[in-house]
């Protein structure tokens, strides 16, 4: 963006640029397709895995914290419906309160839902804002695989609210 300062018998400023980033947009993978196929953990009547893809911000899994708090890792495999091209995914922790925000984590990919390869990892920070993590080069897999491998305090639980896979 340039501008510039012009008024009749004044002196012209002298332009200024701003350089903006660049507006990517982004693509999620369509929920409809997807399901759940299983979890290590999860809270009967609150945390239920499908809550993880289920679209709406407000539900969420949570692992187990009644009757036993499971310590991690934790994880949930999804079923992404078919063969799809993915550049990237974006994580919503849950967002009513900070309960199970996950710290490290690592993902992986698989075409048959047995052999697995771990395409991604990291660490989130500890917020309650969508988190999106990309890859240079894209990966092609039926079933995802999201292993939770720390609290960003510590404590044994696991909570998602969204989990979003990103075609490129």
Do not use: C, M
């Amino acid at each position: 963006i340039e501008a510039q300062a012009v008024v009749e018998d004044y002196i012209v400023s002298p332009p200024t640029r701003s350089l903006l980033p660049r507006i990517v947009p982004v693509h999620r993978l369509d929920k409809q397709s997807q399901k759940v196929v299983s979890v290590d953990s999860f809270e009967p009547g609150e945390g239920e895995g499908s809550h993880a893809i289920d679209g709406d911000p407000d539900t969420f899994w949570h692992t187990a914290y009644s009757g036993g708090e499971p310590k991690p890792p934790h994880e949930i495999v999804i079923d992404l419906g078919s063969l799809v091209t993915l550049s990237g995914f974006e994580y919503l922790p849950r967002q009513s309160g900070s309960n199970g925000r996950v710290g490290q984590w690592k993902l992986f990919f698989s075409h048959d839902g047995k052999d697995w390869a771990e395409k991604a990892n990291g660490t989130f920070a500890n917020s309650d804002k969508r988190q999106q993590f990309s890859w240079s080069k894209p990966v092609v897999a039926r079933f995802a695989r999201f292993v939770a491998l720390t609290e960003v305090q510590g404590r044994p639980w696991t909570s998602v609210a969204e989990l979003d896979f990103l075609l490129p």
